[in-house]
């Protein structure tokens, strides 16, 4: 079974710095979908950012960028310029690909990290 | 706003009880997933639907049982209502074969 570990469970950025939340994750496959979401004190789920683990690059929404290391098994979260909005729980999620790959689709998720963003 | 609806927002109800949470899809999406989030056991998937069938069941109690709908929205079922029930509760759906899923605003529900 795939598992993710989140190894921090609240880390703190001073408003406008950059910083940088680690996830790792364990599976035998090749071929699967790794994502961050984040949850603000509203408790509603939002999706950030996605990663095929078929491609090298590494993904970037505006702020959010990720840095993907297959081998490793790592997929860390970077938040540039941090703003006070970016203050939230955040989840890294695991995809498989293939319903053959235990069977369904479903998301397997970290334990979170509590990010703090002080002004 | 991720066009996933789920209600009600809130549900409070005692021990031994049963309720119904409703979850409305986004439109055009024919997968519909529960999950459970709590303190001690984080977020964890509960079923899969797919168009109207049971496509995976994760760590879902007997006592909690789904069903999705022809208009493709779905209801999860929680009966016997036990002080540990108490959760958020998620509905999220994707096109069949998206690799997204987008979650609605949950349900907070509270068992006394």
């Known amino acids: 079974a795939q598992t993710v570990t989140q190894s921090q469970p609240e880390m703190s950025v001073q408003e406008a710095e950059t910083v940088t939340l680690s996830c790792t994750y364990d599976t035998s496959e090749s071929d699967y979908y790794l994502f961050w979401y984040k949850q603000p004190p509203s408790r509603q789920m939002i999706l950030v950012i996605r990663q095929e683990a078929y491609k090298q690059q590494n993904a970037t929404e505006n702020r959010f960028s990720v840095n993907f290391q297959k081998a490793a098994k790592s997929f860390s979260l970077k938040i540039s310029d941090s703003q006070l909005g970016d203050a939230a729980m955040y989840f890294c999620a695991y995809r498989n690909v293939y319903l053959t790959q235990g069977g369904s689709e479903k998301l397997v998720f970290g334990k979170g990290t509590k990010l703090t963003v002080n002004p | 706003d991720s066009g996933v609806t789920q209600t009600p927002k809130h549900l409070i109800t005692a021990t031994g009880q049963r309720v119904t949470l409703r979850c409305s899809p986004r439109?055009?999406?024919?997968?519909v997933y529960w999950y459970q989030q709590s303190l001690d056991q984080g977020l964890q998937f509960l079923i899969q639907y797919y168009n109207g069938e049971e496509r995976a069941k994760g760590n879902i109690l007997e006592r909690f049982s789904a069903q999705q709908f022809p208009d493709l929205h779905s209801e999860l079922n929680l009966s016997s209502l036990e002080l540990g029930d108490s959760a958020l509760y998620f509905c999220?759906?994707?096109?069949?074969?998206?690799?997204?899923?987008?979650f609605g605003p949950g349900t907070r529900l509270t068992v006394t």
């Open positions: 439109s055009g999406d024919l997968s």
């Open positions: 999220a759906s994707s096109v069949s074969d998206s690799r997204e899923q987008y």
